[in-house]
């Protein structure tokens, strides 16, 4: 993956130490894109980014039932979403990249993995996951993504968890089956499937580097340029399976219906392409440069919270009562891992990024 520097960054270590008057004189002095921000500042800021984009995430179920139920596949849903989104974000990395072109040479190899791995490669993995298994132990799976980063930056980078953030993950993990509810005794909530686990599995492995890389600041690519080369790279990945047959490619032009109205068949689509897919993804990028990849990937669970509340009010999927008790739990899970997450800054002042602090997210 490169050089990962994972959370929220502090003054550069050795460097030379400014004095209150000096330092605001060297904030004005920057210009509005490199308005130095305090820890509590880009904290806020990242939250908001992670909530927005676990929220737009959240969305893809909903839009993708409708359209389910009028015929359509699968791949050909999550084909047309990545093309669509590569549309609305390309133009805008290129943008983003003031006609400095270095930083994609430098990481075509990291820009082929995001769009590969991250963005196709998960997509395929828990569709082909849940023609194994039910979707409830599929997600449950995929979303221990946030544990797996964890223990990525304990083993790559010596970073061992703190008690908290330890407690904030079983909490959120609790959670998680509540959510869920797999403990309900739905039928077939229990299934086994060797295969629908490994594909699971491969897709969680494609979330958590979709987090460790979104949290990656030595790259120099503006979070558009990385939402972009990720997103192109994998229309065409995802366009060379459906070509192939391994993704089967199926549509339908018959009105789906959300809240018992019909709604023209491409409008699930520009939502899918435009909500879930091209603002998602840069509104993620942007969280996991600000936040680090634990905190970022832990917030993400969000998603599966949210995702019951839209299914509830466009579906008419009334929540249970011990979803809700699991939706509390994880919010408690994320506020035990920002504590965590504290004491691991503390502790490793020298790997933390020097990027954030002097520009703007996007």
């Known amino acids: 993956m490169g050089a990962v520097t994972p959370d929220i960054n502090g003054p550069v270590p050795g460097g030379p130490s400014l004095d209150a008057p000096a330092a605001r004189g060297l904030r004005r002095s920057r210009g509005p894109r490199a308005v130095r921000t305090g820890p509590s ?6 939250l908001v980014f992670a909530g927005a ?27 047309v979403r990545v093309a669509i989104a590569t549309l609305v974000v390309l133009p805008l990395g290129i943008v983003s990249l003031r006609g400095d072109w270095a930083p994609v040479r430098r990481n075509l190899g ?20 849940v023609q194994h298994m039910p979707v409830g132990p599929a997600l449950l799976i995929e979303y221990t993504a946030p544990a797996a980063v964890v223990l990525w930056f304990w083993l790559r980078h010596g970073q061992r968890p703190t008690r908290a953030t330890v407690g904030g993950t079983l909490l959120a993990a609790v959670g998680l089956v509540l ?3 797999l403990v309900s005794g739905a039928p077939g909530a229990t299934a086994v499937d060797p295969v629908g686990i490994a594909w699971a599995l491969v897709a969680m492995l494609g979330v958590s580097t979709y987090f460790v890389i979104n949290a990656n600041v030595d790259t120099g690519l503006p ?42 068949w491409w409008l699930p689509l520009v ?14 990028i942007a969280a996991g440069r600000l936040l680090g990849p634990r905190l970022s990937s832990f917030v993400g669970l969000f998603e599966v919270v949210s995702a019951i509340g839209f299914a509830w009010l466009l579906l008419g999927e009334l929540p ?43």
């Open 41 to 46: 500042r880009r904290l806020a800021l990242g």
């Open 53 to 79: 984009s676990a929220v737009a995430f959240s969305l893809s179920g909903v839009f993708a039932s409708g359209l389910l139920d009028t015929g359509w596949s699968p791949g050909a849903m999550v084909l």
């Open 110 to 129: 990291l820009i082929a993995v995001y769009g590969a791995v991250s963005v196709a490669g998960c997509q395929f993995a828990y569709f082909s996951a």
């Open 179 to 181: 959510v869920l509810n």
């Open 223 to 264: 979070p558009l340029a990385l939402a972009a080369g990720g997103l192109t790279t994998a229309t065409v990945a995802l366009g060379l399976l459906g070509a192939t047959g391994l993704m089967p490619l199926e549509y339908s032009t018959a009105s789906p219906v959300y809240a018992g109205t019909a709604v023209p």
């Open 271 to 284: 939502g899918l392409g435009v909500i879930t897919a091209a603002f998602a993804y840069v509104a993620g």
């Open 320 to 362: 249970q009562p011990i979803q809700l008790v699991g939706g509390a739990l994880i919010l408690a899970g994320v506020v035990a891992v920002q504590a965590g997450e504290k004491r691991v800054d503390s502790r490793s002042a020298d790997d933390k990024p020097t990027g954030i602090a002097q520009t703007t997210p996007l």
